[in-house]
């Protein structure tokens, strides 16, 4: 791309951060997880020392809180998405972050992580990339398995429990949820390594990801009384299961509620969906997803999923100082994968193609920042571009769904399927 833009230098060392920066680390978020009361099980972790690489699932902040606390005093370098640097990329390359474009393959990022396990230090990942959407384990990339192989040292994974229910990506008000829980989990020895294929490691990291907090607040009987609990819950559940109609879901309060047949639906204090018409199609809420992602499915094999053209604005990110408006343009999602054209206030044309096999999955945000409403963040590995479509007859939920199953129907003409949970 030839826009001038100043780009963030990917390639520079990650640093060590100093104890000062651990500590401050440390207080800021051990009041957090204390305050949670988050209960953390060890299973073959008790007095692990670095160097580890760490994979963490992803579906709150309070996920980093409670890494940082699980390994104070250690030196650790955590992988953090592009947008996380904005405005002070000082501060975390201070305390050992290492910059990520999403959904991208960085060889350079490969090369950073084996500087830190090297170092003897700890390697944190979050290998969904992303906040669940619906507190269920996102798809996890299949060269998962060779990276551990590389890096040659300890795999350990930290999945946490009831961060979604506490802080759901579709509203973080916090709920204030006690007690959240945590497994640390020694998956692989360095030993154990040597004799494992990439496949096996893969086969056992989709094992240990499985989570659904939804199943997990209901099961222990956490209670989240906050009356605004389903507000934002219809940016994932998009489609009514009554009536079938996409893109007039709307919530308030407790309720869901499709705009179009007018059915509506209750949500407990303990997660759980019941219609209010006595008909509940899904109490649970992963389920009413999965459900759209078959749907979304059955148009991927019918050859006929499209977003149509939907107008947009375009910001992009080159570096770490701030989103630039980029120009306004048009966006199609098909069969095809990505495609968005825009010009800048001058005229200039700006083009990114993500085609179907090079993204087998995609970050969505919902209403990012309080005020840019809902886009889908689409990553070259120069350049982050977020596109803010108009009107109403579309859901980046829909985006993320559709991005998986084209890539999964991709590997599948190509006679190479991916295994459960694997891209």
Not at 234 to 255: A, D, F, I, N
Not at 260 to 275: D, I, P, Q
Not at 329 to 349: I, S
Request: proline content about 5%; hydrophobic content about 35%.
């Amino acid at each position: 791309m030839t826009d001038g833009f100043k780009r963030f230098d990917m390639a520079r060392e990650p640093l060590r951060p100093v104890w000062v920066w651990r500590a401050l680390m440390w207080l800021l978020s051990a009041p957090a997880v204390s305050g949670h009361k988050t209960i953390v099980h060890h299973h073959g972790t008790e007095g692990i020392k670095p160097p580890f690489l760490l994979l963490c699932n992803h579906n709150a902040f309070f996920d980093f809180k409670v890494a940082t606390t699980l390994l104070y005093p250690a030196h650790a370098n955590y992988v953090v998405a592009i947008d996380g640097f904005i405005g002070r990329e000082w501060l975390l390359r201070q305390v050992g972050c290492i910059c990520k474009r999403k959904f991208t393959n960085d060889v350079t990022l490969i090369r950073q992580l084996k500087r830190v396990v090297d170092n003897g230090d700890v390697a944190v990942v979050y290998p969904e990339a992303r906040y669940s959407l619906c507190g269920t384990t996102a798809v996890l990339p299949a060269s998962l398995g060779k990276l551990c192989k590389l890096l040659g040292v300890p795999v350990v994974t930290l999945i946490c429990h009831g961060h979604h229910v506490n802080s759901p990506f579709w509203n973080l008000h916090d709920r204030k949820v006690q007690p959240t829980e945590a497994d640390y989990t020694l998956q692989f020895t360095a030993e154990e390594l040597k004799t494992a294929t990439p496949d096996e490691i893969n086969t056992r990291l989709v094992q240990a990801f499985q989570y659904d907090d939804f199943a997990w607040q209901l099961e222990r009987g956490i209670r989240t009384p906050y009356k605004g609990r389903a507000e934002g819950l219809h940016k994932v559940l998009y489609q009514c299961p009554h009536c079938g109609t996409e893109y007039r879901m709307s919530s308030s309060g407790t309720t869901l509620r499709c705009e179009h047949c007018g059915k509506t639906w209750n949500m407990s204090e303990l997660g759980v969906l019941s219609a209010d018409d006595g008909n509940t199609e899904f109490s649970h809420i992963p389920d009413w997803y999965e459900w759209e992602r078959a749907n979304v499915r059955r148009e991927v094999e019918e050859g006929r999923y499209s977003s149509g053209e939907l107008q947009v604005l375009v910001r992009t990110l080159p570096n770490a100082k701030r989103f630039l408006v980029l120009g306004k343009g048009t966006l199609v999602h098909d069969m095809n994968g990505f495609r968005v054209r825009c010009k800048d206030p001058l005229g200039k044309e700006f083009a990114m193609d993500i085609p179907v096999p090079s993204a087998y999955s995609c970050h969505i945000e919902y209403e990012y920042l309080g005020k840019f409403g809902d886009c889908v963040d689409l990553n070259t590995l120069e350049d982050t571009w977020y596109i803010y479509p108009f009107g109403r007859d579309f859901a980046v939920t829909k985006f993320a769904l559709a991005t998986e199953e084209l890539y999964y129907a991709h590997r599948r003409s190509i006679g190479k399927p991916c295994p459960p949970g694997l891209a």
